[in-house]
């Protein structure tokens, strides 16, 4: 066979494949951000230490009078949220504090919190993450489940990794 036509040929077939593995990979985020993700799965995913995951929280901050209580539990972030989460109330900039604001980062893959897992506001929020799954269930559920919780502000985490110059 005549080199050309063969290289042809192979190039033809790589092109075909990498159209495929394209649309799949499409499909399949598709299909996650269908599929909610459990408190037990997310506390599974948060152990991991080879899985790279932000946890948006979508509450509103915190009361706007600091003499307000709130009447139900987990209206606000810092009546308490999933640790490390970062609060982006209603995925809104202009609610959010400035230095939560900094960290996030819309191509991580990324597990959307409310107060009950409200479908509306996940698919408002999913709009601006690329791979983005909602908490079957919100706070409420990780609560429910009895994992770990902090209180109070946000804090962003502090500068790690090490080893190399800057």
């Known amino acids: ?3 050309k036509i063969e290289r042809a040929i192979y190039i033809g ?8 593995l394209v649309s799949f990979g499409k499909k399949e985020i598709q299909l996650q951000k269908e599929i909610p993700v459990t ?32 009447d139900e539990d987990f209206v606000y972030y810092v009546d308490g949220h999933i640790p490390n989460s970062i609060p982006f109330p209603d995925c809104d900039e202009s ?16 597990i959307i919190v409310s107060r009950d897992g409200n479908p509306e506001i996940f698919k408002k929020c999913a709009q601006k993450f690329t791979i983005v799954q909602n908490l079957k269930g919100g706070i409420i559920a990780w609560d429910d489940a009895g994992y770990p919780e902090e209180e ?7 500068a790690g990794g090490g080893g190399g110059c800057l």
Request: no cysteine; aromatic share 6%; charged share 25%.
């Open 1 to 3: 066979m005549n080199p």
């Open 13 to 20: 077939v790589i092109l075909i494949l990498a159209v495929l």
């Open 39 to 70: 408190a037990d799965e997310l506390y599974k995913k948060i152990a991991n230490p080879n899985v790279t995951l932000q946890i948006i929280d979508v509450r509103p901050y915190e009361p706007a009078d600091e003499d307000e209580e709130s």
């Open 95 to 110: 609610k959010t504090p400035k230095e939560a604001l900094e960290h996030i980062n819309p191509y991580l893959p990324t």
């Open 152 to 158: 109070d502000e946000y804090t962003p985490p502090a």
